[in-house]
């Protein structure tokens, strides 16, 4: 499949708590790199725009809507369902879609559609442990998997890991209870086996130290446990990064302290800033979708835009197929994808 | 039932990797506050003994038996099993022994035995979050759980935070993918339900950042997702601190500022410190069982013979049983416990 000389990237200006002008600017940023960017939103709130980047009125948001499976398929002209639309439609070649997880899948999965083979989509996060970084896949896009579906989250996060971070053989892993094979659930134990016979780098189960051990690039489990695992570590990095704010200003002495410390301990921040990665990955479409969180500011969207492109020109989603294809692993053709398969999504990973 | 005016626990002193006198040091703190310990292990290593402490020499150790329930089947001597057998028999009123849960786990269910009507006995850890601590369970005694485990696992939550932990109307919680009732595997949905119709302060779901955001007493969870989270904690906990001592050493100026800081920081970890609850705690067994951690300091061992009496004093299984019945939660009489029961557990939660 010819790869495109200049990539699309259709991108839903209305999921940024900053507005959409913040995104206006994460896309010029983006567009200064040779990215060509479709951007949809209320014209009128964008304002000016960069050279690249290409404004499509879409004023209606769906960005705060409570249940967002209805709202996506209820509002055919809201912003998200717009740009998820043109890239089902060919104009554009990867989503960008922030602030809300549950609208950005089923927007992906009503309008970009399953990627052939697939079982089910899943969200890949990168999580930027300083010098350790690691992607967990599923985060929440499914509450329940089949060890076959783990398998293919498998495939998705190394192909994502190798074209979108650059690992170039990603040691892909199982979340377990414990690192031995015969541990686990009953779903683990058989995910374990495939993937143990499987044409990946896989070095078998890891435990919930392992997020920040470093001894996998790729670490796969089911929605569930994917989603809970996510946020007891942003909870408790939050927690200890305000526990030391607090340590730092509780006496003179300890002030001092915190101000001398303050330029290293930025340079900490700046390794654990979420925004770098350009938030969570949309596997398992026709093509790559990226969900920044809502909280992001120009720079993390600017990335994850970016990166999009770069999944794009390094075929994620052919690879994944290719590979999937080459090991057997792909689902025996059936029917199209339905909404049965949006199951509980989480608001935001 | 009539509680002891003067409790006895048994202590197993082989799981400490500080050695056997560090469990006495910890065994003559807690007698001279009034508590009797039988501590199981080799006289030898174990030496001189404070008033109150009574050593029955037991020189086999398992504690680093690869299998923890073979070992405890084929090595009746053993002191983890003679300890539990102490408690079985009546000779203590509560068990314990640390270093390796599995073993623990072992002894207990087969010489102390299930408590009549529960399904399955859980393992609760007490985290020390700084101001907001909480009470985990299932951490792992169990990879898989009914609905009706996870409500027995509330109910003995609770009991264990009001007697041992002195909260009086323990806030629980169960923990999900998402806040809303909807959300969920269908083992938290059926759980949920049965949860808000219980006589315990059910506060609904919470998600994997309510583990510091001070919102629950007691999250109630499989023991797979709750060894998972568990061990997230933990790993991002000390990823962090290591991140911040690297920080305070990369530069001189850093440097000064870390030692300005150190007194502060020092009241931080001490907040943290896994010693303070004593470690996990067995429940769901005809009296209560604590596993400090191999690592903890005469301090950690202290607290746990500490804790494991109050808990014994203020009656957690009595109490427990109690609320089960008043909820008819109680499991119907059937056979006994079998050694079916040992799901994979893990060899340290």
Same mark, same amino acid.
């Given at each position: 499949m010819a790869r495109p000389v200049t990539v699309t990237v259709a991108v839903d200006a209305t999921g940024a708590d900053l507005g959409p002008a913040e995104v206006a600017a994460g896309a010029a940023i983006a567009a200064a790199q040779g990215v060509r960017v479709l951007l949809f939103g209320p014209a009128e709130a964008i304002g000016e725009v960069a050279d690249g980047v290409e404004v499509v009125d879409a004023p209606i948001s769906i960005a705060k809507a409570p249940d967002p499976v209805i709202a996506v398929r209820s509002t055919p002209d809201a912003s998200i369902v717009q740009a998820a639309r043109a890239v089902g439609d060919g104009r554009a070649h990867a989503l960008v879609a922030g602030g809300s997880t549950g609208a950005a899948l089923a927007a992906g999965l009503f309008n970009i559609k399953r990627a052939s083979g697939i079982f089910r989509p899943a969200l890949a996060i990168p999580i930027p442990v300083p010098g350790k970084p690691v992607t967990l896949v599923d985060v929440g896009a499914n509450a329940e998997s089949r060890p076959e579906h783990l398998v293919q989250f498998a495939f998705m996060g190394a192909a994502l890991a190798q074209v979108v971070l650059g690992i170039e053989q990603p040691r892909v892993a199982l979340l377990s209870? @414990? $690192? $031995?094979?015969?541990? @686990?659930?009953p779903l683990v134990l058989e995910a374990h086996e495939k993937l143990a016979g499987s044409p990946l780098r896989f070095v078998g189960n890891v435990e919930g130290l392992d997020i920040t051990s470093g001894v996998a690039d790729v670490i796969v489990t089911d929605g569930f446990t994917g989603n809970v695992a996510l946020k007891v570590a942003e909870g408790v990095s939050q927690t200890m990064l305000e526990a030391v704010r607090a340590a730092a200003t509780s006496s003179i002495r300890a002030k001092l302290g915190g101000a001398l410390l303050r330029p290293s301990l930025r340079g900490l921040r700046d390794q654990l800033d979420p925004e770098g990665p350009g938030g969570a990955y949309l596997l398992g479409l026709r093509q790559l979708g990226v969900v920044p969180h809502g909280r992001f500011t120009r720079f993390g969207w600017s990335q994850a835009i970016l990166l999009a492109a770069r999944g794009v020109s390094g075929d994620v989603v052919g690879r994944t197929h290719a590979a999937l294809e080459a090991a057997g692993a792909l689902r025996a053709k059936g029917p199209a994808a339905s909404s049965g398969d949006l199951t509980t999504v989480p608001s935001q990973p």
């Open positions: 209870n @414990g $690192e $031995e094979a015969v541990k @686990g659930t």
